[in-house]
């Protein structure tokens, strides 16, 4: 596992963290720079115990909501590779939200609360799939459709649809699937960690750097202002 400096809640962190450096170290702008970018490379790139109870990789959420909703972790992925790029962020003209895309009314449908957080966003899309894979007997196609462009359509047609869109996404979501997704080690921090776990999760990560020149500096910032 490691924690990401993408976090709403590590950005706060983070920025806490640099404040302390520039209130209580002697170190100048352009070493603070480097201290900085060591800082979240540290935070992105670091891989800490698995005893770290605040974030975990969207890959492992991916395989948590394959299992707990019977879709493959394949599928999964690829839609969310087609749908925005593993963004959570992502909002589309039509309105689609998150890592999975889902209209407003379809989160209500889910009851998915929160749905620019990347756990929700993925259990609530592994959850819609599922139920238009029931619906559609199984048929990976016909479920990738119904979840583009609406179940009705695809009963209309008895299949993917003649619209542009919906047959380019399909068509993508199985070339994906067939050479595997790129999933992101961007890493997921609970929204409901407290700042202690953060803060206990950050250090536990920074004590464990490796002794490289990459980290010299910061290493010995975090000594100097007492951080450790």
């Keep these: 596992m490691k924690i990401s400096v993408m976090s709403s809640g590590a ?4 920025e806490e963290f640099m404040q302390a450096i520039k209130q209580n170290s002697s170190t100048d702008n352009a070493s603070a720079s480097n201290i900085s970018k060591a800082f979240a ?9 698995d005893s770290i ?10 395989i948590e909501a394959s299992r707990k909703y019977g879709v493959s972790y394949d ?3 690829a839609m969310a590779q087609q749908e925005s790029g593993f963004d959570a962020d992502a909002v589309s003209r039509s ?13 209500k449908e889910l009851g998915l609360a929160h749905p ?29 459709a119904a979840y583009n462009a609406g179940s009705s359509v695809v009963k209309q047609y ?23 997704a790129d999933v ?28 490289t020149e990459e980290y010299a500096v910061l290493k010995h910032t975090l000594a100097e202002i007492n951080y450790l």
Excluded: C, H, W
Aim: net charge neutral; hydrophobic share 40%.
């Design 95 to 107: 309105g689609a939200m998150g890592i999975m895309q889902i209209m407003p009314e379809t989160a």
């Design 116 to 144: 620019f957080d990347a756990y929700e966003n993925i259990m609530a899309g592994a959850k819609y799939i599922a139920q238009k894979l029931q619906e559609f007997g199984g048929s990976v196609e016909k479920a990738l």
């Design 41 to 49: 490379n540290a935070l992105n790139t670091v891989t800490v115990a």
């Design 184 to 211: 992101p080690y961007t890493n997921y921090i609970s929204r409901t960690a407290s700042r202690n776990q953060l803060e206990n999760d950050l250090k536990k990560l920074l004590r464990e750097l490796p002794d």
């Design 158 to 180: 008895g299949g993917v649809p003649p619209y542009g869109e919906t047959q380019s996404y399909v068509r993508n979501i199985k070339a994906i699937m067939k050479r595997g």
């Design 75 to 77: 599928l999964l992925t």
């Design 53 to 62: 109870s605040s974030a975990t990789s969207y890959k492992d959420i991916f």
């Design 11 to 14: 950005e706060i962190v983070y």
